[in-house]
């Protein structure tokens, strides 16, 4: 079985910033993609940025510029450094892996942080 434990989450006023962290534990191989989606309430789970297992990397166009994603494989973890935060980037704010376990590949959900910007 593998976990995913976010943290870094919170309150912050806009033009602030904020360091999110997901670190991945259990029956891991070899972790793929990893990334970050957001939703925010009434909305659909949004893509906000993604890293290969090269280092490669994909934002959402409204957070280009701003938000910085990044890996650590020898811990397993992804960060989402935010910066300028806005309050249209509030939202629950999910990591995801694409990774190769004991039973395959497969792809998991962190549990979720509170992402809250006020104006």
């Known amino acids: 079985q593998v976990q995913l434990v976010e943290s870094g989450g919170g309150l912050v006023q806009a033009g602030g910033s904020l360091r999110l962290s997901c670190a991945a534990s259990?029956?891991?191989?070899?972790?793929?993609?990893m990334g970050w989606y957001r939703q925010a309430p009434g909305k659909q789970r949004e893509l906000v940025a993604v890293?290969?297992?090269?280092?490669?990397?994909n934002y959402a166009d409204s957070v280009k510029g701003r938000f910085t994603i990044s890996r650590d494989n020898a811990k397993n973890t992804v960060y989402l450094q935010m910066n300028s935060l806005k309050p249209e980037d509030t939202a629950v704010y999910y990591c995801?892996?694409?990774?190769?376990?004991?039973?395959?590949?497969?792809?998991?959900w962190g549990q979720g942080t509170q992402v809250t910007v006020s104006s």
């Open positions: 995801n892996i694409d990774c190769l376990t004991g039973a395959g590949y497969r792809n998991y």
């Open positions: 259990g029956s891991i191989f070899s972790i793929n993609a």
């Open positions: 890293i290969t297992s090269g280092s490669n990397t």
